[in-house]
């Protein structure tokens, strides 16, 4: 093979730069996405039970959905319930008539803890998702506020929750 002129090697070396450009602009061009930018989007109630409902935490897989209910009859207690999506029946999870609950779904799917208010106080707890016995892993106080939110390490090993300082604020009326 007879030697490179420097003009040859000036055009190899442009077509191969024009090549890579070339398949670099298709690589980054825009996907068209297949949405109707006027379709309208329906809301869809998960619960309609009578009373109110407060705190919903999606488990991991969004198939079910922990959450506060106070019951119609009792507006000023609350339990933990957990709902399969799409079907009608909740199942309760606690049974304490607590003034207020804050689920949270463990990432791993699980656990659910949850901070609640009780006669006895304020206290952040862990139970089965689906049932079982639930543990209290601290007291925060007799004092109804601040209420504390919990949080999940992503391993589901660790819970994150604050502890005010002063924990002396009256709990609510419900309770006194």
């Known amino acids: 093979m007879p030697p490179r002129t420097p003009w040859q090697k000036i055009a190899a070396l442009a077509v191969a730069v024009l090549l890579i450009a070339g398949f670099s602009t298709y690589m980054m061009r825009p996907v068209p996405l297949d949405i109707n930018p006027r379709a309208e989007l329906t809301p869809v109630p998960l619960t309609t039970y009578p009373g109110i409902e407060f705190a919903p935490s999606f ?6 959905i922990a959450f506060e209910w106070h019951r119609e009859e009792t507006p000023n207690e609350s339990d933990l319930y957990v709902k399969q999506i799409g079907q009608e029946n909740p199942v309760r999870l606690t049974c304490h008539h607590a ?7 463990s990432p791993d799917g699980k656990k659910i803890a949850f901070v609640m208010l009780t006669k006895e106080g304020v206290g952040v707890y862990v139970l089965p998702a689906f049932g079982g016995e639930e543990r209290r892993l601290a007291h925060l106080g007799k004092g109804g506020y601040p209420y504390s939110l919990v949080s999940w390490s992503p391993d589901s090993k660790w819970i994150a929750f604050a502890k005010a ?3 002396t604020a009256p709990a609510p009326s419900a309770f006194i």
């Open 165 to 167: 300082d002063d924990t």
């Open 99 to 105: 003034g207020f609950l804050e689920p949270a779904w």
């Open 59 to 64: 488990s991991p897989s969004g198939n079910e």
